[in-house]
């Protein structure tokens, strides 16, 4: 049959997809995935015996993995992310994590089959098919088609709002085996609040008003995973703190003209590019893995315009255009300036390295005074979120010829009750970074530059850049542990 008719012909309701999971088989949603699948698989799991492995990347919902009304067979495992929906879950222990990076994701899968599980079934969000019966991924394409296309059964949820994005991002109706067909207008504004606590729930209203937003489509994830402050932050609603500006200030005297950065969603690296911390730079490209809000207008305005890159000259490069603003989507739509490659690409070490001065901006948790970063875990043991492709990037900066890879971070937290930069790590604390790729460091104090730098040297280089409230402590356990 030709590819018109296997679509119709394989169209199933959610509840028909859920039907296809069995005990004993591993189930996929990638980040950014649809609504109705997972609460249709949740209802239907109450009623199956036998184990089932589900794995899942910053989930958007709980429709119920959480609750524990569900069987004890339900094995969760978390990767790349955990994100704010998923970290009940691992606090309470009813989920695991696999520390596994995007661009080798699939290394035990492809080399080393008999030591990992197939992958049964991973359900995906796509565009409806094109005139060739191509869908693509839009804007949050991930690592979508690297599942889809290793699963035994695929089965793609439509979604008509799909943004049109380019790049490599197609892939054949024919290489799915279901399609579940979203309903138009699948959630309202309303639907939204509805699933949120009643005192969250005002504040969104009220910011939903502020916004002038006639619809969330896009930020619907981000508007039930974050605070109100953050949403406020993200939308350019909410005055960013005085530290943040200063850290942006350090940052502009940082990157240097013609660089190609990637830059971090988290806090403070993704409030950057609003704060001004590009606006007077020349020449510079993008390679990132996602980005922050007004990237994609530096694009429209020729600060990001690619000229001086070594591959992908004069394009915007991303795994998913995942951290736009409302206005970022705009100009995104349909725009061949802005390409989207899988992430076992993009992330690539040698990929990262062989752009001419590529310049990592990525945020942290702390650091200690050998250089020493995480990203990921506090109070020692607690699993925050996942490294998500902040060491590859990190590393295949600091690789790069020219390049650099800068962390921020404010020099306080809780308050200014807790210092950031750290004698020692707790214990059981995750490194993200080792120290031997500690590069630059930027607080709201100034700029520290490790690279080079021996542990009396960098301890020295932290203090400096550390709340001053902290320095006298820290540099008698410098003095201890170093003399």
Same mark, same amino acid.
């Given at each position: 049959?030709?590819?018109?008719e296997?679509?119709?012909?394989?169209?199933?309701?959610?509840e028909q997809?859920?039907e296809l999971v069995?005990p004993?088989?591993?189930?996929?949603?990638?980040?950014m995935h649809g609504?109705l699948?997972p609460?249709?698989l949740?209802?239907r799991v109450?009623k199956?015996?036998g184990?089932?492995?589900l794995r899942?990347?910053?989930?958007?919902?709980?429709p119920?993995?959480?609750s524990g009304?569900?069987?004890?067979?339900?094995?969760?495992e978390?990767?790349?992310?955990?994100g704010?929906?998923g970290r009940p879950l691992h606090?309470?222990k009813?989920?695991?994590y696999?520390?596994?990076l995007?661009s080798?994701?699939?290394k035990?899968?492809?080399?080393?089959p008999a030591e990992?599980?197939p992958?049964?079934?991973?359900f995906v969000?796509?565009?409806?098919p094109?005139?060739q019966g191509f869908?693509?991924f839009?804007?949050?394409?991930w690592n979508?088609r690297?599942?889809a296309r290793?699963?035994?059964?695929a089965?793609?949820e439509?979604d008509?709002?799909?943004?049109r994005?380019h790049?490599?991002?197609?892939m054949h109706?024919?290489?799915?085996?279901?399609?579940v067909d979203?309903?138009p207008?699948?959630e309202?504004?309303?639907?939204v609040l509805?699933?949120m606590?009643?005192?969250k729930?005002e504040a969104?209203r009220e910011?939903i008003?502020q916004?002038?937003?006639?619809?969330?489509?896009r930020?619907t994830?981000y508007?039930?995973?974050s605070s109100p402050?953050?949403v406020?932050?993200m939308l350019g609603l /909410?005055?960013?703190p *005085?530290?943040?500006?200063?850290? +942006?200030?350090? @940052?502009?005297? #940082?990157?240097e003209?013609? &660089?190609t950065?990637q830059?971090g969603?988290?806090?403070?690296?993704?409030?950057?590019?609003?704060?001004?911390?590009?606006?007077?730079?020349h020449?510079?490209?993008?390679?990132?893995e996602?980005?922050a809000p007004?990237?994609a207008?530096l694009?429209?305005?020729?600060v990001i315009?690619?000229?001086k890159?070594t591959?992908h000259c004069?394009?915007?490069?991303?795994?998913?255009?995942s951290?736009?603003d409302?206005e970022?989507?705009?100009?995104?739509?349909?725009n061949?300036r802005?390409?989207?490659?899988d992430p076992?690409?993009?992330?690539?070490l040698g990929?990262?390295? /062989?752009?001419?001065? *590529?310049t990592?901006?990525?945020? +942290?948790?702390? @650091?200690d005074? #050998?250089g020493?970063i995480? &990203?990921?875990?506090v109070g020692g043991?607690?699993?925050?979120n996942?490294?998500?492709?902040?060491?590859e990037?990190h590393?295949g900066a600091?690789l790069?010829?020219?390049?650099?890879?800068?962390t921020?971070?404010?020099?306080?937290?809780l308050?200014?009750?807790?210092?950031?930069i750290?004698?020692r790590?707790?214990a059981g604390a995750?490194v993200t970074i080792?120290?031997f790729?500690?590069?630059?460091?930027?607080?709201e104090y100034?700029i520290?530059?490790?690279?080079?730098?021996?542990h009396?040297?960098?301890?020295?280089?932290?203090i400096?850049?550390a709340?001053?409230d902290?320095r006298l402590?820290?540099r008698?356990?410098?003095?201890e542990?170093?003399?």
């Open positions: 049959m030709n590819w018109e296997h679509y119709k012909a394989r169209q199933i309701s959610p997809a859920a069995k004993g088989m591993r189930v996929h949603f990638p980040p609504p699948v609460r249709a949740a209802a109450q199956l015996e184990p089932i492995d899942l990347a910053s989930p958007l919902l709980d119920g993995w959480g009304s569900l069987s004890a067979d339900l094995s969760i978390f990767e790349i992310f955990i704010n929906v606090d309470r009813l989920a695991a696999l520390p596994n995007f080798t994701s699939f035990v899968h492809d080399e080393r990992d599980k992958v049964d079934i991973v969000t796509t565009s409806p094109n005139a869908v693509c839009g804007a949050h394409q979508k690297m599942y290793r699963a035994r059964c089965v793609a439509i008509r709002s799909t943004l994005t790049g490599d991002v197609y109706v024919s290489e799915f085996e279901y399609f979203l309903p207008n699948l309202t504004i309303e639907d509805a699933r606590e009643p005192q729930r969104v910011i008003a916004a002038g937003l006639a619809r969330v489509g930020i994830a508007l039930e995973r402050h953050d406020r932050l /909410a005055e960013p *005085q530290e943040f500006k200063a850290i +942006a200030g350090y @940052l502009s005297e #940082t990157v003209d013609g &660089a950065i830059i969603i988290g806090d403070p690296s993704a409030q950057m590019a609003r704060l001004g911390a590009f606006d007077a730079k020449d510079l490209g993008l390679h990132t996602m980005v007004k990237i207008k694009v429209d305005a020729g315009n690619g000229r890159k591959i004069g394009k915007a490069i991303a795994v998913a255009w951290g736009s409302p970022d989507y705009k100009i995104i739509d349909d061949p802005f390409e989207l490659y076992d690409y993009v992330l690539d990929t990262v390295r /062989a752009n001419h001065k *590529q990592a901006i990525n945020s +942290a948790i702390s @650091l005074l #050998t020493q995480t &990203a990921e875990s043991v607690r699993l925050i996942g490294t998500g492709g902040l060491p990037l590393i600091f790069s010829r020219g390049g650099r890879a800068i921020l971070l404010p020099s306080t937290a308050d200014g009750r807790v210092s950031r750290v004698a790590l707790e995750l080792p120290r790729f500690a590069d630059t460091v930027i607080t100034g520290a530059r490790l690279l080079g730098k021996n009396r040297e960098r301890a020295a280089e932290l400096a850049v709340h001053p902290f402590e820290l008698r356990a410098a003095q542990m170093f003399g």
